[in-house]
Structure formats: C-alpha cells, structure tokens
C-alpha cells in the first residue's frame, strides 16, 4: 500500500468540509474543474496536475460508497499500516484494502479510469425547450498509435521490469499483513522502456482533436450537465475511458423568462383593451394563440395559458403566465386630450384609488 495515497485529503483538494453534502462536492468539483481544465490553461502543467486531483478527489468523495471506505481508511490512522488496533479484523482489511485498488490505483498494475473532460456548449432559448442535436470540438489523450500505447519506440523497445517479474506489483510486510504496492522501477507497468517512442515522449498518449455529436434533449436548463461516457482520457492499462461533460448555457430570450417548466411573458395593454376589453393575439414558442382580456383588467394582472411553457423530455409541459401592463398613450394631438380631459371629469372624479395612504 502506498501511505501517499492514503494520507490525501481529499476534502481539502475540493475545498469542503468532511460533512459536505453530495450537492457541496458536486458544486465545487465543478467550480474548480472549470477554473483549472488543461484546454483552458494551455501550457501550464500546475493546472494540469490539479485537474487531476481535483478529478481524483471527486470520483472518491461522489461515491457514497468509496467515500464511507476512504473515510475507514482514513480514521485508522497509523494502524492501517501497523497491524494493530482500529476495530477492524483481517478480513476486514481486506475487503476494504481490495476495493481501494481500484481506486487509488495500486491494483491491477496500475489500473486507473481516465480523467473526465469538461466543455461548456451555448444554445439558444429556443433550443433548450425544443432540444437539438449539435457538434462539440474536443481536445482530448488518445493512446499513441506508433508505440500501441506502452511509450517504446514502435511499440517494440522495452523488457519485462526484474523487480515485479511483470505484475507491476511488490510486497510490502507491515507488521502482521502484507500490502502489494506499485512496483516503482517499473511504476505499476509492469515492463521497462529501453528507448522512448518520439512522438509521445513515452506518455503512450498524444493529443488529438476531433468533433463529438451530442443530442441536447428537450427542456435542458441553464447549467445542465449532460455527460457523455468513454470520450474522456484514456484509461491506464485497459482501465475504462473517461467521460465527456458538457456543460450547458443557455441564452436569454428578448420576451420570455422561464420558471422551471413555465414560461413568463409580459404583454403591453392599450388603455382602451383593459377598460373595454378585447381579445389580442400574444406569441408562444411555437406559434400565435387569442387571449381574451376582460372589461376593466388592471395593470399586473396575470393569466394562465395551460400547456403553453416547456415540455421537457418525458414530462408534461408547462404552463405559460402572461402578466399584463398599461402602455400609456405617448405624444397626445390636442383632440386626443381633450377626449381624455372629458373622460376624466365624468368617470374619474371624487375620491381617487389613493385616499387610503393618507388615512
């Protein structure tokens, strides 16, 4: 067992407390994912060793599972190592050390899933309620074609490691158990490269960029995730790919705002619709409907238009709310005032809808 490993904390990578909430690691990681990503910070191998943390951290920390074992492993303390104490028996031991391999990746020579892609994609308003189907450039490590992967020139320039015989693997005794760790002459590889391949500096990857399809469904919010598994880094060692994250920001629209699966729209009235009533013809992301505005609607007032918001992908659709105001008359003719001057004197005199502040 390598005590590195172990003796990361993770909560502290992320920047959260032991007791944050699912939502509080999920939040951060993103935060910080964003903030640190390779193809945002070009050239800065920092930022790409704190991806990798921070991605490690997180693949640990959002699994309810491998958090509560990480924890285990954590609160034994110098014991995990001593053999002695920490409430825990061998068998214990070794069902929580067995499944740690695979996460901190000293099982399997080395297996470890490839790092997580993160890319941001703007649609339109209209997009996001109708869903679509668009391209995505990715960067992204794919392994390197001319050493198939193992970093040797051709593929063909390396030996068995003597150490490990091959497993990536040594045993380390610790008191009364014993711990298989990677193998450092090797790192966990299992075999030896004699002479570097060229063209991947023997990372047995390359940087390739290429273009991903992505069905965005319909009634995608603003800040949803969609994830899109195995376009991520390539995994070590026949370990699964990485996964692809594609953020979603969706434009403003110049009428509508949204409330969940409903849609807002505000609707000017002319003084004369709202004292007499009329019937106006309002528009919805689709199409043009009628609503009907009764006699004496007051400014502010809202109606419901059923089944005209969103219809997110299999669920029922919203509602559309149209709330609707008073647009005075601008650059009155002096015959238009006067007409507004008699209105006023014979409908609007006496008390005025304001008396009641000065009670």
């Known amino acids: 067992m390598n005590r590195d490993w172990l003796e990361k904390d993770f909560y502290k990578v992320l920047g959260i407390s032991q007791n944050a909430s699912i939502d ?12 640190n990503h390779p193809d945002l910070n070009p050239g800065d191998p920092e930022a790409e060793k704190r991806f990798k943390d921070i991605s490690e951290a997180n693949s640990v920390l959002a699994d309810d599972k491998k958090r509560q074992e990480y924890d285990q492993v954590r609160a034994m303390g110098p014991s995990a190592f001593s053999g002695q104490g920490g409430g825990f028996n061998a068998e214990d031991l070794g069902d929580i050390f067995g499944n ?96 570097q391949c060229k063209t991947c500096k023997a990372q047995g990857v390359v940087i390739k960029s290429e273009t991903i399809k992505v069905k965005i469904p319909a ?5 949803t995730v969609i994830r899109l598994r195995g376009y991520g880094g390539t995994g070590d060692n026949g370990a699964p790919d990485g996964d692809l994250l594609v953020q979603i920001a969706v434009e403003p629209h110049q009428y509508f705002k949204r409330s969940g699966s409903d849609l807002v729209l505000e609707v000017p009235l002319l003084f004369t619709e709202a004292a007499l009533g009329a019937t106006i013809k309002i528009p919805t992301l689709e199409k043009q409907i009628s609503l ?40 009155l003719s002096r015959s238009a005032k006067k007409h507004l001057e ?18």
């Open 24 to 35: 509080e690691i999920k939040k951060n990681y993103k935060k910080l994912a964003r903030e």
């Open 100 to 195: 740690l391999g695979d996460i901190f990746g000293f099982g399997g020579a080395g297996r470890r899933k490839g790092q997580s892609y993160q890319t941001n994609l703007t649609i339109s308003f209209v997009e996001s309620a109708s869903g679509l189907e668009t391209n995505v450039p990715l960067r992204k490590e794919v392994s390197c074609s001319d050493c198939r992967g193992n970093g040797s020139e051709n593929g063909n320039a390396y030996h068995t490691c003597n150490i490990c015989g091959g497993s990536g693997q040594t045993a380390s005794n610790q008191g009364f158990f014993s711990f298989a760790q990677p193998c450092q002459a090797c790192r966990g590889q299992g075999s030896v490269i004699d002479k």
């Open 219 to 223: 009634g995608v919010d603003n800040g």
């Open 292 to 331: 009907k505005i009764p006699s004496g609607t007051p400014s502010g007032k809202t109606f419901k238009v059923k089944g005209e918001g969103i219809t997110p992908q299999g669920r029922r659709s919203g509602d559309l709310y149209v709330k609707v105001y008073l647009n005075p008359p601008q650059n």
């Open 342 to 359: 008699s209105f006023r004197d014979q409908f609007e005199s006496g008390d005025t809808p304001r008396d009641y502040l000065y009670e």
